[in-house]
């Protein structure tokens, strides 16, 4: 009857706020000034102490006199000392927790406690007690109880406003029983307006079957995610962000992912950004979050005393894999960071980055065109790099194919004259970012990068590196969200309801993530001797058209149902299945379980040097195929495929 009262109350309320003549919601309360919430706190003090007066005076009003105004304004002026200290009106009422209540219950006795300290005081002096114990005890009690129910009513009315039907929320699991998780369901369920009304926790362990948690029953994952998902009409879960390089829970994951079921995730309770409130910081899963790996260990140390207090250049500094190096590099404190690129936007909003989280340090942004050998003599010269991050590349395989002088002159010729001047100007280290299309390469993009390897190994084992400058070559795959990569194509082409386009459908591909790559290039810098060729455990290999169908379905869609998924044919150059070896090739082992050093038999560098001499000649010529036929010559291994040049290895 209370329940069905209080129904017909909030529905009558309801109506007349509707049509009122202001548009009036519940929603759009603002936040109570801090000074409002005092002030009603010592109402209710104030209320309390008349109440309990009345109980101790056996409900009569013969305590109203004299004497009573002096203890009545004593006691709250002890009850606003405990608010202040104890600060019980900063908390947002509708957000009350039993971290308030504490507060609540230290304010109250403490002023109790003030009181009798008080009473002891004058019956000392004067002979006699201001309050009866029994009043004090009382007082503490109902002051207690008269604040907590004050913010327990405010908030009931607020939630029975807000509140929407069980049927408009998104019902989901949280999976995992950790501390963290079951904080992130809690704080979830008290949040106001709800978004998400969590259903229970999923979890392997068996030993906590039937066992419930603030309410909420554990259910063990003896069947798949999705099938205990539906059987209690969820649509979905809610998955730790820290709980995603599990790979237990990546499983739970992808079947749910398979079954169209929603999944979120949800920073640590400690990560929850409190001015944005718990729903907006709980989001979509990402592709990307479901192929990062664990988290990868690296010598901080090893790193920073090769960067600490030296002056480093970043070519390509404003690209993806170049502006995160650069975010790296940042944190291990150089004497000056000079950054190069030809692109004059990136770079800008780069430098605004860095200049906002590392005012202090001297960054150095240059526009500047890697193959202008006359202008990066100027910088060498005024700069005396100690490390140079040769990031700068052109990468776009089928661009590359129809641009074969283009290839060259970046990724050739600037490499070239880069890889002269670190030794002419006495650096230290060289570092450069290859691919792995540079192994047996189908393409002017790898043949291009393999050409760029050959020339920088060769020279560092030459007597023309009189200043004994480290070279070292870093190689790996496809990063995630790199520009050009295929994960921005996917879902730019989701949002625009298809067709999602795939090469061939079965093409694969070995995944970084940004971060990934940036770190290990980092580790692999600091652990070379020069001469060497790193490769990255790249992971397991990824069917393209599997992430295409992951992507499609994380968006909330049917694959082929909702979104088409295309197959529009292998482009020029392009190979069904990357490597990062060729088969001559040896791999040693390094001191990290994810960077292996490769072996490859180098050609002396008066060899290299003349054959790429004649090949930047060519592309200076924009003969496009007598450049592939010489860098053919210098690189036997390069097999065109789906190419014109093919006729070239007949």
Known sequence: ??????????????????????????????????????????????????????????????????????????????????????????????????????????????????LFLANFIIFKLKGFYLYEPIFLILFALGQFVGLFLFRALIKQVYASFLNKNDSEYEKVFVLGISQNSISVAVAIENELPKRFKVLGFLDSDEKIGNKRIFGMPILVLKRKAHVLIRAHNGVGLIVLENDLKNEENIKHIEDCIEHNLKIYRAPSISEFDLNEGINKSIQNIQIEDLLERKPIKISNNEILGLIENKTVFVTGGAGSIGSEIVHQLCKYKPKKLVVLDQAETPLHSLT?????????????????????????????????????????????????????????????????????????????????????KAVNPSNVMGASKRVAEMYVQSFHSSSYNKTKTKYITTRFGNVLGSNGSVVPLFKKQIEENGPVTITHPDIIRYFMTIPEACQLVMEASSMGTGGEIFIFDMGKAVKIIDLARKMIRLAGFIPEKDIKIKSIGLRPGEKLYEELLNDKSVTLPTYHEKIMIVKESNDEYDYVKKEVDKIIKAAQEYQSTDIVKKIKKLVPEYKSLNSSFEKLDK
């Open 352 to 436: 605004l980055k860095i200049k906002k989280e590392y005012g202090e340090l001297d960054f150095i942004p240059i526009i500047c065109d890697i193959r202008n050998k006359e202008s990066l003599d100027y910088l060498f010269k005024t700069f005396k790099p100690h490390i140079i991050y040769h990031c700068a590349a052109y990468k776009h395989v089928p661009m590359m194919e129809k641009n074969p002088s283009e290839a060259v002159s970046v990724n050739i010729m600037g490499t070239k004259v880069l890889t002269d001047l670190a030794s002419k100007y006495g650096a230290e280290r060289f570092v450069m970012i290859s691919t792995d």
């Open 1 to 114: 009857m209370l329940k069905d009262s209080l129904g017909k109350i909030k529905e009558t309320l309801k109506l007349f706020l509707k049509y009122t003549p202001f548009n009036f919601s519940f929603a759009n309360i603002g936040y109570i000034p801090r000074w409002l919430v005092f002030w009603f706190d010592l109402q209710i003090a104030a209320i309390v102490l008349v109440i309990i007066g009345l109980i101790t005076n056996n409900f009569t009003l013969t305590f109203f006199n004299r004497e009573f105004l002096p203890e009545f304004c004593v006691a709250l002026l002890s009850t606003s000392f405990c608010f202040i200290v104890f600060k019980t009106y900063i908390g947002l009422i509708r957000h009350s927790s039993y971290i308030d209540a504490v507060k609540l219950f230290f304010a109250s006795f403490f002023s109790a406690a003030i």
